[in-house]
């Protein structure tokens, strides 16, 4: 774990590295060129230098053990810097994942010892052209090459596609086939019938190599099998699913930010109509005030899951989906909205919010796509919502209630109508057994995201309005900001699920007519609706905050607003 002060200077030599190294005008140089900046890459791994992947690294191996909250903040500035350059750091921390959680003690001594060392560079090779976000579809083949009837080593054949760093790594950890199963093996660049095509052209990132794999005949001795059992892969890759989501999440919440961070300067700037556009209601209260609020209840989402993690509660994958779905969601939408905040400008390349919306775009992709998250989440949330006979989210609700009981300012009561009617929705739908339709599955996993995350934020505005928030924890709000754009995702979080699930019960038939009311009267429409009120003075708020034009509020302590992290 590092402290804070380590940490800090940690980001600060990045940021001050970016600002030398990587101006706005060599990004977008590099971005048309479609140039990864491989000596970059290079210097950001290397230990005597920027050592960026020794964050990674557990101290035993020589790394500095960076906790999964310390992760998250690095993973977003980078992603502020450059979504590209960052997919290529954490390339090499997950394509070395499989060994910090499989391999043998030997093993990682070897491996993740030279990527603390060397700076080595790794590439996670899992999918394939016909195993994406089904890895059961797993083609590429291991066969065991057996001496004196002892397994010696093994030969790999297939291909890979889309392998981040891909053309540049050094080491590869290749997902194959073993008569017991998926498994992983570590593979050099350079070893005989192992090569790579040349790099994508591709949408966004262009700025990271991604290319294609082909593997024939690669012969690998049987010590590079991690862990050295075969058939654990997709154990293995399991295991850090909740760790590395929240990591993609971080690249979502950093590029939506860093769009929005163009944005809100450009506007106070930008004459339109004889004032300034930050001055007018119908642009700031579209285009960067929700966009805000969606980011900061993904940060939420983020940190709560990143304490959970170090606190050893285990892998949490849903709550790592949650965290990457609302993050990676709201990072596009804050991108788009972002161009669309520059008007023409926004639209050319010279302005980075254009490149920032294409690279973002990958983040809903990779590591998991948006669909795949709302399945996750959907299925095992619906599996609590069965064992508790339907009271798992009321019960969450009455939690929520009683810290609105304590904390009447951070919206939580509005996070348990939309609990209390995610719970309503669930019950309907298991009722007529509406989830037999894959598209209220899916649907659900939403409504469940956006219910949780309006409950966390509330949560973690009224741990930051007790000073109890963590001291790593991103302060660029402080209490009244927080609760007040915690009560606006509230707001948004209970009219989605009352809409959203009506649209689903009644549109998948899971409710007759004569029903109808009783369940919009379950659902809790009236309070929901009633719950709106004072959204539009909450939106001012967050935007003079935005601004720094924020008076101080009647009895409420306003500390000091930082406008840029
Ligand atoms: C730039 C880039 C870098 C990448 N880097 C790496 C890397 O380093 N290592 C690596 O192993 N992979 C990498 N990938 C691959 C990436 O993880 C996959 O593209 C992703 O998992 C989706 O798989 P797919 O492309 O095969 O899409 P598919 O799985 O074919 O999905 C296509 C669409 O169908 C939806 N869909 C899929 N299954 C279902 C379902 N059951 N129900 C409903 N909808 C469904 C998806 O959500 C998506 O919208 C990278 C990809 C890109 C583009």
């Known amino acids: 774990m590092l402290t804070k002060k380590t940490l800090q200077l940690s980001l600060k030599s990045l940021r001050d590295f970016a600002k030398k190294r990587l101006p706005d005008e060599e990004l977008i140089a590099l971005d048309q060129r479609d140039e990864c900046p491989l000596e970059i890459v290079r210097y950001m791994s290397n230990p005597d230098k920027l050592g960026i992947q020794l964050l990674f690294v557990p101290e035993e191996y020589g790394g500095l053990g960076g906790s999964t909250f310390d992760v998250y903040l690095i993973c977003e500035q980078m992603a502020r810097i450059d979504l590209g350059v960052a997919t290529s750091l954490f390339a090499t921390f997950l394509g070395s994942d ?42 590429t083949t291991a066969d065991r090459v057996i001496e004196n009837g002892k397994i010696v080593g093994y030969k790999i054949n297939g291909s890979k596609q889309w392998i981040s760093n891909g053309g540049i790594a050094d080491h ?28 994508e052209d591709k949408h966004g990132i262009r700025l990271s190599n991604t290319a294609a794999l082909a593997l024939n005949d690669v012969y690998v001795d049987a010590d590079r099998l991690v862990g050295g059992i075969e058939g654990q892969g997709l154990l293995q890759a399991q295991m850090v699913f909740g760790y590395t989501r929240v990591m993609v999440a971080a690249f979502g919440l950093g590029a939506g930010w860093s769009a929005l961070d163009r944005a809100i300067p450009y506007s106070t700037k930008r004459i339109q109509a004889g004032s300034p556009l930050s001055e007018k209601q119908g642009y700031t209260h579209k285009l960067i005030v929700p966009n805000v609020c969606r980011l900061e209840a993904g940060r939420a989402f983020i940190e709560a899951t990143a304490e959970r993690i170090d606190a050893g509660e285990g892998n949490l994958q849903t709550e790592g989906a949650i965290a990457k779905y609302m993050s990676t969601e709201a990072g596009n939408a804050a991108a788009d909205a972002s161009i669309q905040a520059l008007g023409g400008y926004g639209y050319t390349h010279e302005y980075m919010v254009e490149k920032i919306k294409r690279d ?95 409950a966390t934020l509330a949560r973690r505005a009224a741990l930051k309005a ?19 754009i915690s009560r606006i995702f509230a707001r948004e979080a209970a009219m989605k699920v009352a809409q959203d699930g009506l649209k ?14 009783a369940f919009e009267a379950a659902l809790g429409l009236s309070a929901i609706h009633r719950s709106q009120a004072g959204l539009l003075a909450d939106m001012d708020y967050v935007a003079e905050v935005l601004y720094g034009r924020a008076q101080k509020r009647p009895a409420e302590q306003l500390t000091e607003v930082a406008l840029h992290s």
């Open 98 to 139: 499989p060994i910090t959680f499989g391999a043998t003690a030997e093993q990682k001594k070897k491996w993740l010892g030279r990527i603390a060392e060397e700076g080595v560079l790794f590439a996670y090779g899992a999918t394939e052209p016909e195993a994406g976000s089904d890895l059961g579809g797993l083609k």
């Open 172 to 199: 590869y950890t290749i997902l194959a086939n073993t008569p017991a199963g998926p498994s992983w093996f570590v593979v050099d660049a350079g070893t005989k019938g192992f090569a790579h095509d040349k790099p």
């Open 360 to 454: 973002v775009r990958i983040t809903t992709i990779y590591e998991g796509t948006s669909e795949i998250m709302e399945m996750t989440i959907s299925r095992d949330r619906w599996q609590l919502h069965l064992k508790t006979r339907g009271q798992h989210y009321h019960e969450l609700a009455r939690k929520v209630e009683a810290l609105h009981a304590a904390h009447p300012n951070v919206g939580a009561d509005v996070a348990a109508l939309a609990l209390h009617g995610l719970a309503e929705v669930m019950e309907k739908a298991r009722a007529a057994r509406l989830t037999r339709h894959q598209h209220i599955l899916l649907r659900l996993g939403e409504l469940i995201a956006y219910a949780e995350s309006a």
């Open 466 to 484: 007790e000073g109890r928030i963590n001291e790593k924890a991103n302060d660029r709000f402080d209490a009244t900001a927080q609760a007040t």
């Open 504 to 517: 689903c019960v009644v549109g998948a038939g899971g409710v007759s007519d004569a029903e109808l009311p």
